[in-house]
């Protein structure tokens, strides 16, 4: 068992009154069981996570592992040796430079037998499927891959507790399932007690338990259904309810069966399937298909519209006359309206942050493959740095784009290369962190390296509106965001859109993040597009996106999961307003229902 008792902490203890990351904290975690641990960005899940590892020590209070305190140095050790934890950020933990001795590392440590260390690495890395990169060297993978490689290198000492901080931030679904399952299986089989920080609503019902917290307190605890319950508590704590609890609770009264809420897309079409009474809606399939959305409109616009920056049948590889050559792009053809919203979605090593770096001139596939208002950029003499002001770009990892160690002087450091006053510059400031939903007097002097994960994030966005670019290209920028920050954020790329004429360009592993805000999406795979069109246009291919390992929307995959067992079923809802349309129409006189058949 790990308990907190009463524990408080600050990080700048010697500044009276500063405000605490934890305050007055009383937790249980038991062995065998996954608590997941919710809360929005700094809300103090990752210092919770030190404090239980003992990394840090309460300055008030008492953090106890199995009975031992981590403030006692006699039982320091053994409070510490019991917990293994994994970082948010996988550079903060990885020690070697190779895959299999950075696995190897923490069980040799230990002193645990050779053949031991094998079998359970061979357990491991299969159900992570990491078997194939095992001889890698570290530099070189991808990170999310390196997210697996310090999972793995902690799951093989076997420890009694494991901290996990949003450990699935930069996983494809089919590395996510696996880790939900490893974590499921090791709590089942040796007892593991899980600490599972996430972001993710939908990784939550896997969990037995869930704590929530704010203001470095634990304000809800409970089962994920009852959690999950209170949609109104948990937005305003900056959380959010899984899409399947929402759908479930806006169509309610029109089913008959509500005895238990589903927590899952399977339990939920079953709970549908075995309570609507079925009938074909007369009209239309579906009126919420026919919403007609933007796709038909936006596919003309495209050709009418004037492209602000394109891509012909770019081609790029790394490291080109090599042995270690790596095709980056193996010709991408991409057309960029003026002021539209395109999004490029890929599995990890598709090309996608290849391709923006492409944009803004930083890589140089060749002549005649990028064009920026109808200019090769490669041309001889071509100005770059003008580019490069027009088009913003927010990196995958913040830690690469935060260069300097204040925040105000990292946002305005940009800014230098426009020569503006000091007040404008001051103003740009200020307005580019407020529209991140960051205060302004409470930030521009904080330490970058004092930032929570999710604080940073936001720091790297701000740093590329204050530049009030032409086009905005985004890799994974809501990686790390909590739900509400994640809403509010896309929100406000639409918002920039509509009000500046802003170009969106938006890299991304999920359509999650952007199937109802862009206008194309193009689908790549190794350095090429597999397919485009607008948001329903791709929704047509599931069978393609789940076979490339890229995230479906939350609806999309409800949606399967209900034509699974009624096949007339045939909507492709962009939202959870068209799912619940199209779901009513099924819900029929005989549920409870709206009786929408007759509309
Ligand atoms: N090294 C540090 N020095 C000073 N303050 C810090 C430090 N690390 C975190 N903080 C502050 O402590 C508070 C809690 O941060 P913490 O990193 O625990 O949040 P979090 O819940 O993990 O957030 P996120 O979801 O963004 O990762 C925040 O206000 C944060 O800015
Ligand atoms: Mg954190």
Not at 247 to 253: A, G
Request: charged share 20%; proline share 5%.
């Amino acid at each position: 068992m790990i308990e907190l008792r009463n524990v408080t902490f600050r990080y700048n203890a010697r500044i009276k009154d500063s405000a605490p990351a934890i305050q007055s904290l009383n937790m249980v975690f038991h062995e065998g069981e996954i608590a997941a641990v919710l809360g929005k960005n700094g809300s103090g899940k990752s210092t919770l996570s030190r404090i239980i590892s003992g990394i840090l020590k309460p300055q008030f209070g008492e953090a106890l592992v199995d009975g031992y305190s981590t403030s006692i140095p006699k039982e320091m050790w053994e409070a510490r040796s019991r917990v293994g934890i994994v970082f948010q950020n996988p550079d903060d933990q990885i020690i070697s430079n190779n895959v299999l001795d950075e696995i190897v590392f923490g069980p040799e440590n230990l002193g645990i037998p050779r053949n031991e260390i094998e079998s359970r690495i061979q357990e491991i890395s299969q159900i992570l499927q990491i078997e194939s990169i095992m001889d890698y060297p570290i530099h070189e993978l991808t990170f999310g891959q390196k997210q697996l490689v310090a999972i793995a290198g902690v799951l093989a000492m076997r420890p009694r507790y494991m901290i996990f901080d949003e450990p699935t931030t930069s996983l494809g679904p089919e590395q996510t399932q696996a880790l939900l399952q490893i974590i499921q299986k090791f709590a089942r089989e040796y007892h593991l007690g899980v600490i599972y920080i996430t972001h993710n609503m939908d990784e939550v019902p896997f969990c037995d338990t869930v704590f929530v917290m704010e203001n470095g307190s634990v304000i809800r605890q409970g089962a994920p259904s009852q959690i999950f319950a209170d949609a109104m508590a948990m937005r305003q704590y900056g959380l959010d309810i899984p899409a399947v609890t929402e759908i479930y609770q806006r169509i309610k009264t029109s089913l008959t069966e509500t005895s238990v809420m589903p927590l899952n897309e399977e339990q939920f079409a079953e709970i549908f399937a075995n309570s609507a009474h079925i009938t074909q809606p007369e009209a239309t399939p579906s009126a919420a298909g026919s919403t007609s959305d933007n796709s038909d409109n936006t596919q003309k616009n495209t050709e009418a519209a004037s492209l602000i920056i394109e891509t012909k049948d770019a081609h790029f590889t790394y490291k080109a006359g090599t042995p270690f050559a790596q095709i980056g792009l193996a010709g991408i053809t991409i057309r960029v309206p003026q002021g539209s919203f395109i999004a490029c979605v890929g599995p990890t090593r598709s090309g996608k942050s290849t391709l923006l770096d492409s944009l803004n001139g930083v890589l140089k596939p060749g002549r005649n493959m990028v064009f920026y208002q109808g200019k090769d950029i490669h041309t001889p003499g071509y100005d770059l740095s003008a580019l490069r002001k027009d088009v913003g770009v927010v990196f995958q990892s913040p830690d690469a784009q935060i260069i300097k160690d204040v925040v105000g002087k990292d946002i305005a450091f940009g800014l230098r290369q426009l020569k503006l006053s000091l007040a404008e510059s001051r103003q740009r400031v200020q307005e580019s962190l407020e529209s991140v939903g960051l205060n302004y007097e409470e930030f521009r002097n904080r330490y970058t390296y004092t930032l929570s994960g999710g604080q940073k994030r936001r720091v790297t966005i701000a740093g590329a509106l204050a530049l009030r670019p032409k086009i905005l290209a985004l890799d994974e920028p809501t990686a790390g965001l909590d739900p509400q920050g994640r809403a509010g954020f896309l929100q406000m790329l639409k918002q920039l859109g509509n009000d500046r004429g802003l170009t969106i360009i938006y890299m991304t592993a999920n359509l999650e993040d952007i199937i109802a805000l862009a206008d194309t999406i193009y689908l790549l795979e190794n350095g090429k597009v597999v397919m485009s069109g607008s948001p329903k246009e791709i929704l047509e291919h599931t069978d393609t996106i789940a076979r490339m390992n890229i995230g479906l929307p939350a609806v999309t995959r409800i949606s399967a999961a209900i034509k699974r067992r009624i096949p007339s079923f045939a909507e492709n809802a962009l939202n959870l307003h068209e799912l619940e349309t199209a779901l009513l129409q099924y819900a029929g006189p005989n549920g409870r229902g709206k009786g929408l058949n007759s509309l």
